[in-house]
T-cell receptor, first 118, second 110 residues
Framework: NAGVMQNPRHLVRRRGQEARLRCSPV?????VYWYRQLPEEGLKFMVY????????ESGMPKERFSAEFPKEGPSILRIQQVVRGDSAAYFC????????????????FGEGSRLTVL | QQQVKQSPQSLIVQKGGISIINCAYE??????FPWYQQFPGKGPALLIA?????SEKKEGRFTISFNKSAKQFSLHIMDSQPGDSATYFC?????????FGKGTTLSVSS
């Protein structure tokens, strides 16, 4: 069984460019989450999507960041006009149902996409 | 964002010792409390989880203790091994996104 697949694993961008990070959830999972990880800051929640719908985007910066999870294809986290402060590891997770439900609410994480902004 | 506070930030334990990591939360609507383990260069993976209707859950060498009235929960790793050296995150949810603590880096010395 394939787990959560993220690509690219490493991405280098210059300031002002766009970064697109892709996430294919575990087969059969319709709930997707994006987290950002910085050293000594843990995993910061960004956005929670369920097929074509944004459920919770309370952790998403208001500008330059957007996320989608279309009916077909992977979830995309898009960062426009990147700045050095965007350099981080971005993790995607998926679950079969909403978090916490017995047996189906476990979040499975990908191995992350590491963005470096020069 | 609702917070989950985790301590200590780092921990060094001798092989065979007990590792204890603590977390505290504020939101009484939280009803699921998992612990995740992360190795360098990898994504976090679920280690063990508990719901507030029980005070303790044990899986092998890993135990979660839960104190609902104090709004605190902790992870105990018995007979700690060098292979347990990793970053541990507590988390909580009320059915929406998982909110994570800042993590504890555990080093088990041989």
């Amino acid at each position: 069984n394939a787990g959560v697949m993220q690509n690219p694993r490493h991405l280098v961008r210059r300031r002002g460019q766009e970064a697109r990070l892709r996430c294919s959830p575990v087969k059969g999972h319709s709930h997707v989450y994006w987290y950002r990880q910085l050293p000594e800051e843990g995993l910061k929640f960004m956005v929670y999507l369920q097929k074509e719908n944004i459920i919770d985007e309370s952790g998403m910066p208001k500008e330059r960041f957007s996320a989608e999870f279309p009916k077909e294809g992977p979830s995309i986290l898009r960062i426009q006009q990147v700045v050095r402060g965007d350099s981080a590891a971005y993790f995607c997770a998926s679950s079969q149902t909403k978090p916490g439900l017995a047996n189906t609410g476990e979040l499975f994480f990908g191995e992350g996409s590491r963005l470096t902004v020069l | 964002q609702q917070q989950v506070k985790q301590s200590p930030q780092s921990l060094i334990v001798q092989k065979g010792g007990i590792s204890i990591i603590n977390c505290a939360y504020e939101n009484t609507a939280f009803d699921y409390f998992p612990w995740y383990q992360q190795f360098p260069g990898k994504g976090p993976a679920l280690l063990i989880a508990i719901r507030p209707d029980v005070s303790e859950k044990k899986e092998g060498r890993f135990t979660i203790s839960f104190n609902k009235s104090a709004k605190q929960f902790s992870l105990h790793i018995m007979d700690s091994q060098p292979g347990d050296s990793a970053t541990y995150f507590c988390a909580a949810t009320a059915g929406t996104a998982l909110i994570f603590g800042k993590g504890t880096t555990l080093s088990v010395s041989s």
